[in-house]
Structure formats: structure tokens, C-alpha cells
């Protein structure tokens, strides 16, 4: 079966320090991975992609398929990154995404 | 930058009644999408939409549900008996060719009473 799981809820971390947002799929062929957020009163919107193996807003994620996982990494943690983070994927051959149930980053001053 | 605009942003019903919820996708997009997310949950697909037709749609998408694209430019998801249960934040969403990215509205809250 085709599942994006995201183990953690709710992860607060303090201002300045590392975070790792954790992602793991289920999927037997190439994926498409993304990560998704979600600021407060706003809509989600697009943060990375794998394929574009680029940084925003000081964020990274790699796809190890090794370890069927894309976590979502930032060195220093910033106020402004508080927000709800999804992971998605969209298996090839398919018109749909399938959503990881999301995870809360609180960053505290 | 364009965006996919929804419209109403809340909408309240009884039960046994019909909605409508409309999308303006962007305008140079093809494929369309509906998502919900039930209040605590995860955004769970329900329907996608290409060349005038359903593409692929979820188990969640039964006789109940029903999208359309009346002009050049709304898309639309008909609920036509609500049920409590169907009270969830719905998304719309578009993306150019299949496998971008996709650009959400920012949901329309259905509350079924």
C-alpha cells in the first residue's frame, strides 16, 4: 500500500537549534516526494521537492531510498518557521498525492 | 502570482442538504483536484480532474460526490445529501501537467449540522 507516515505530531524546538522533520513513505517504484507547509491562516503551499534537490527558506530534505525516507532538515530553527509541515507523495502513473498527517513545528523564543 | 481561489471560505448546512463548493483554478493549469481534511486528520485526496473528466478518484468519492467544470474557468464539488461526517476544511487544487507541484486554494470549512 502506498503511505507517507509522519511519526511526530508536534515537534518544539528552541530558536537556533536543529530540526529534522521525519517522513517515511511506502511505495514500491520511483517516487515523487514533497513537503508541504502550512503558516498559520494561510494555505499550504509548496516548500521543496526532491527532484529539485534545492534549499528553501534554509530547508533541505534528501530521499533515501535505502531507508524509504525524506526528512525535512534546517540547522538553525527560526520563530517564523513555526507552521504545520506535510510530507506528500505522488506515485508515477497516478493523479493523486498521498498526505502524511502533517506535523507541528513550534519554535520557542 | 496567481492563486487558486475558493469560494465560500465557510459554509454551514443542515444535514440531507446539497452543496456546492467552487474553485477557480489557475488559468493555465489542466489537471484539477479536490482534497478534504477532517478536523485533526490528514489531507486525504478525493477526486482529480483532466480533459473534462474524472482521472482518478478515491474510495472517500462516492455516488454522494460530483465535480464539474461548468465554464472555462470554475471547477465544482457537489455533495448532494450531506451527512455529518462530511463536515471538513475542502480543498482545491490545480497543477500545470500531472506530477508538479500543486497550488492549493485555501480551502472551504463545511460545517454540517
Known amino acids: 500500500a502506498q503511505r507517507v507516515t509522519q511519526p511526530e505530531k508536534l515537534l518544539s524546538v528552541f530558536k537556533g537549534a536543529p530540526v529534522e522533520l521525519k517522513c517515511n513513505y511506502s511505495y514500491s517504484g520511483s517516487p515523487e516526494l514533497f513537503w508541504y507547509v502550512q503558516y498559520s491562516r494561510q494555505r499550504l503551499q509548496l516548500l521543496l521537492r526532491h527532484i529539485s534537490r534545492e534549499s528553501i527558506k534554509g530547508f533541505t530534505a534528501d530521499l533515501n531510498k535505502g531507508e524509504t525516507s525524506f526528512h525535512l532538515k534546517k540547522p538553525f530553527a527560526q520563530e517564523e518557521d513555526s507552521a504545520m509541515y506535510y510530507c506528500?507523495?505522488?506515485?508515477?502513473?497516478?493523479?493523486?498525492?498521498?498526505f502524511g498527517t502533517g506535523t507541528r513545528l513550534k519554535v520557542l523564543a | 502570482e496567481p492563486e487558486v481561489t475558493q469560494t465560500p471560505s465557510h459554509q454551514v448546512t443542515q444535514m440531507g442538504q446539497e452543496v456546492i463548493l467552487r474553485c477557480v483554478p489557475i488559468s493555465n493549469h489542466l489537471y484539477f483536484y479536490w482534497y478534504r481534511q477532517i478536523l485533526g486528520q490528514k489531507v486525504e485526496f478525493l477526486v482529480s480532474f483532466y480533459n473534462n473528466e474524472i482521472s482518478e478518484k478515491s474510495e472517500i468519492f462516492d455516488d454522494q460526490f460530483s465535480v464539474e467544470r461548468p465554464d472555462g474557468s470554475n471547477f465544482t464539488l457537489k455533495i448532494r445529501s450531506t451527512k455529518l461526517e462530511d463536515s471538513a476544511m475542502y480543498f482545491c487544487?490545480?497543477?500545470?501537467?500531472?506530477?508538479?507541484?500543486?497550488?492549493f486554494g485555501n480551502g472551504t470549512r463545511l460545517t454540517v449540522t
Open positions: 487544487a490545480s497543477t500545470p501537467p500531472r506530477g508538479e507541484p500543486l497550488h
Open positions: 506528500a507523495l505522488s506515485p508515477s502513473g497516478t493523479y493523486k498525492y498521498i
